[in-house]
């Protein structure tokens, strides 16, 4: 496992940003990565943010293959204000290509956060409600709304999941690398 520390001066004030974070491969083909960030300041408590990733590409494979339901890649981020969990999990289509089934949970913590969180998901929400009304009446802003970003980068991740046979290679090549580099050290 590599440990990592990021030291960078934040214009205006001599407290370093400290980023530090960890990436594992075991092999079962599971990647995880943390990382904590720190930005310098007063309020240190809302300037700190942790993260977590977790990557079963032997679970996700099985997950096509048998269509369990346990979703093998997930995503954790904590900050004083929020709370995010996300996943995603694969199923099989009948003409061999994978639905990607994705789930984002955002709560926000505490008093402040709570109405905060939802007054963003609401302008969100009320953004594509608005974008849906302007398509039906054959109105257009001209400008990209969030629904056509939205699909830009669903299109997007269609060219990258095109390439997710390579993920167990990619990984065994990290792991290797990884290796190597603690021998060297």
Do not use: N
Request: net charge positive.
């Amino acid at each position: 496992m590599r440990t990592g520390v990021c030291h960078a001066r934040r214009v205006g004030t001599g407290e370093p940003a400290v980023t530090s974070g960890t990436v594992a491969h075991d092999a079962a083909g599971v990647l995880t990565a943390t990382t904590r960030i720190r930005l310098p300041g007063r309020f240190p408590r809302w300037r700190t943010a942790g993260a977590s990733l977790t990557v079963d590409t032997g679970a996700w494979y099985a997950a096509l293959a048998t269509g369990t339901t346990d979703p093998p890649v997930r995503l954790t981020a904590s900050h004083t204000l929020v709370d995010v969990t996300a996943w995603l999990s694969p199923a099989p289509r009948a003409d061999g290509r994978w639905d990607v089934t994705a789930v984002l949970d955002v709560r926000g913590r505490g008093l402040i956060a709570r109405p905060l969180v939802a007054m963003l998901v609401w302008a969100i929400r009320a953004s594509f409600r608005r974008e849906q009304r302007h398509a039906r009446r054959g109105e257009g802003t001209g400008a990209a709304g969030p629904r056509e970003r939205w699909e830009r980068a669903v299109r997007s991740w269609d060219r990258v999941a095109h390439q997710a046979w390579r993920i167990p290679e990619f990984l065994h090549e990290v792991a290797k690398s990884m290796a190597e580099a603690q021998l060297r050290d």
